[in-house]
């Protein structure tokens, strides 16, 4: 099983591009990319998506290779497959992280998530996810008043988890 993302964190963005990943993350990161020693740069893809994304989705090579393997199960020339390629590989970008922990963001990906100075990092598991600390804000309280007014006070989503060995 694949180490998971855990936390958030808001790091300062450089004129060029660059921003910390959080160290936690970085963990993360080497041990999902099978190529990485001390002696290499660990390699991630940054998923961008079409316009109807307003963050940037950053997988280890490990995970990526997992949706590659079921991208390659299903049924060639559908559109559902289509859709996952064009998302994964052409709106996608690889890229390493930089002996100082670093990522560069190209510009274009910057722009498309209206990413000014801060970033926002926001695990999702086995990625995370970049925002704008606006947007994800904004985000977050929309999504937070939509579940409020179908949850009862003080729902627990933990309910939802499936039990282990199986049995419902």
């Keep these: 099983m694949a180490r998971r993302f855990r936390g958030s964190e808001t790091y300062r963005m450089d004129a060029k591009g660059r921003v910390s990943i959080p160290a936690p993350f970085r963990r993360v990161i080497e041990a999902g990319d099978p190529d990485w020693s001390p ?3 660990p390699n991630i893809v940054i998923v961008y ?3 109807e ?8 090579m490990e995970a990526i290779y997992e949706i590659d393997e079921q991208i390659d199960m299903m049924q060639r020339g559908t559109q559902e497959r289509a859709e996952i390629e064009e ?3 052409a709106q996608s970008h690889q890229t390493e992280i930089d002996p100082d922990g670093r990522l560069v963001l ?3 990906l910057r722009e498309k998530i209206g990413l000014k100075s801060d970033v926002y990092f926001a695990s999702a598991g086995t990625s995370f996810r970049i925002w704008d600390p606006e947007t994800y804000a904004a985000e977050q309280a929309s999504v937070a008043a939509e579940r409020a007014q179908t949850r009862p006070p003080h729902y627990d989503p933990l309910i939802n988890l499936p039990k282990l060995g199986g049995s419902q």
Excluded: F, I, S
């Excluded at 994304?53 to 280890?60: A, C, F, S």
């Design 39 to 41: 002696d290499k740069r």
């Design 49 to 51: 998506g079409g316009p």
């Design 53 to 60: 994304r307003n963050w940037l989705e950053v997988y280890t």
């Design 87 to 89: 998302l994964m590989y």
């Design 106 to 108: 190209p510009q274009k």
